[in-house]
């Protein structure tokens, strides 16, 4: 008898970080049932599609995927935020076999066995134990919790994934030690709110091997230092309670850098946009945050062209960005999203302001950013390794993350791994990128 071949899969993954976990929690899944995945349509028996609905830019990019998936396989699975409105889906593409919504991993699973059934094979066991990463060997993403407990007027994450819903510490750990195990050498840990980890759980603490570990932002932050990896913070807001990790970040348990989506300086744009954690005192902690750990790299992403803003208000942001002197900073016109009360606000900007207002703060930024990284040439620094093609080294320092900030350029004298951490002499800076050589 020939055994049946392998079910192939395959899989269209768009959106952020936190839906990318999404998608390789799902082909964790499918693959410990003995699925393969695909590369391609033609190979694929059938096709999953993991949709960002947040901005209406991304809505149209996730149908078009749809688009092109059904029209080259002929069998999708729709998943991810779109998902949580698939009245649109259906009706946009009636022939998709199943719309699930976000984190639904379950009810994708059984689309894929409706549409293509599993093959039993009791003697393969198909999945490493530190499960399957759509990212890079060398760094994974380590999600902390789902959902929020904000309500910003310009944004319905909470409408498509509900409250926080925080994990135990001892499972984060867990996870995070097994990919530690398997090679990785930087753990992004990511959330929509990193900071507010744990408040639904009451800061309740799990048994990590020989001790009591509560779900708390610094006491998460101080066992995941101890696991001998990199590890970085993404989406903290500025609640009191992160300058007491400043400290770790000083000692050099976790990476010093800090990923703080702040969006505006003007406390009248913050209102309207009822950011948590909002109040003039940011500078403050900034510079408080520095002395604790000179180092420290400070991430942010900003939005302009909110509903009712004034050239006063950009004048604002402006003087604050100078006056904040942020490392690496992304800058976004506001577009509505759907449902979204901000819409109602105020009249939107006109986009030819829009615009005027993202060149004119991207040029503050870039003359910040490159007399930032100036300041570093010259300095001997630690680079991870991101990837080697030819002569052609590229990799990172602790100050930039993978996929959004800047890239060291190497030159090496011996031949270097991705993964590898070599110290680099920086001898040379641009707008975005350091470039230096291993000794
Ligand atoms: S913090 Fe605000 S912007 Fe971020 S997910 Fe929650 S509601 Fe949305």
Redesign the pocket.
Known sequence: MTARPAPRVGLVSLGCPKALVDSERIVTHLRAEGYELSKTYQGADVVIVNTCGFLDSAKAESLSAIGEALSANGKVVVTGCMGADPGIIHETYPDVLAVTGPQQYEAVVDAIHKAVPPVHDPYFDLVPPQGLRLTPRHYAYLKISE??????S?????QL?GDLVSRPAADVLREAERLVKAGVKELLVIS??TS?YGIDLKYAASRWKDRDVRAKFLDLSRELGELGAWVRMH?V?PYPHVDDVIPLMAEGKILPYLDI?L?HASPNVLKA????AHQEKTLDRIRRWREICPDITLRSTFIVGFPGETEEDMDILIDWLEAAELDRVGCFQYEPVQNAPANDIAPPVPEEVKAARQRRFMEAQARISARKLRRKVGRHMPVLIDSVDGGIIRGRTKGDAPEIDGTVHVTARRPLRVGDIVSVKIERADEHDLYGRSA
């Open positions: 959902g929020c407990n904000n309500r910003c310009f944004c319905i994450i909470p994934r929509q709110d507010a989406y807001y989506p969006q946009m009822r950011r948590p």
